[in-house]
């Protein structure tokens, strides 16, 4: 699998740049390794947060804090390596959809004022990401010992997949176009490396998204409201 430096160089290499970078961290002088080792974990980190991608998605108990907030049960603290929450989920769930609400009452909402479908429905649990009075993320919901499922920060390159590691180069090319070339060339190769990206950002998602089985489905009244 691609390695940092790997990737750096297919991104340098995108934009027609015959440099070889052989080191990141540190630089090892040129301006293409400078520019790189300053805008490598950003195009990394937006890339990660664009779609909640299987290599990076994992589940978490969360842990309960004493703080209360109004309108919510329960709040929690969000994991350190959090790039993007997914959702919350009960602790024997196997999937984003497993909460079974009972059909509407006269004003069409629970007693926790979460709308609902005639019928019934699967739908994930509402949660509300916020930061704390002392700093720290945290996560607001009525789920009891919720669990999260979540994007976590990958920097291991060997987890990537093929798409992925493609479209993150190209992603880095549309950064480091700027810098390295300049001016309005170096402003239209940072365009048409953004048209790249997305095209193979597009089909990494579809291959991503062919991993994922599980789907919600409608829950008719007379089930919903056993």
Request: charged residues 15%.
């Amino acid at each position: 699998m691609a390695s940092e430096i790997d990737i750096v160089n297919l991104a340098l290499a995108n934009l027609g740049d015959n440099a070889t970078v052989t080191s990141l961290y540190p630089p090892e002088g040129s301006a293409q390794s400078e520019h790189a080792a300053r805008f490598y974990p950003i195009a990394r980190d937006t890339l990660l947060e664009m779609h909640p991608w299987s290599f990076t998605t994992k589940r978490a108990t969360l842990n309960l804090l004493a703080i209360t907030v109004p309108q919510w049960d329960y709040v929690y603290a969000m994991p350190n390596n959090t790039i993007k929450c997914i959702a919350v989920i009960p602790p024997d769930s196997n999937s984003d959809y497993s909460s079974i609400y009972s059909p509407v009452d006269t004003l069409g909402y629970t007693a926790n004022n979460v709308p609902l479908v005639q019928g019934g429905q699967y739908i994930p649990q509402p949660f509300q990401v916020e930061s704390s009075d002392t700093g720290i993320d945290i996560i607001l919901t009525n789920q009891e010992d919720a669990v999260l499922r979540y994007s976590a920060s990958i920097t291991d390159t060997t987890r990537f997949t093929a798409l992925f590691t493609v479209t993150l180069s190209w992603h880095l090319a549309s950064m480091l176009a700027g810098p390295i070339i300049k001016g309005d060339v170096g402003a239209a190769e940072a365009g048409r490396c953004i048209k790249m990206m997305g095209i193979f950002l597009q089909k990494a998602k579809e291959t991503d998204s062919d991993d994922r089985l599980v789907k919600p489905g409608h829950i008719v009244s007379w089930v919903a409201g056993r």
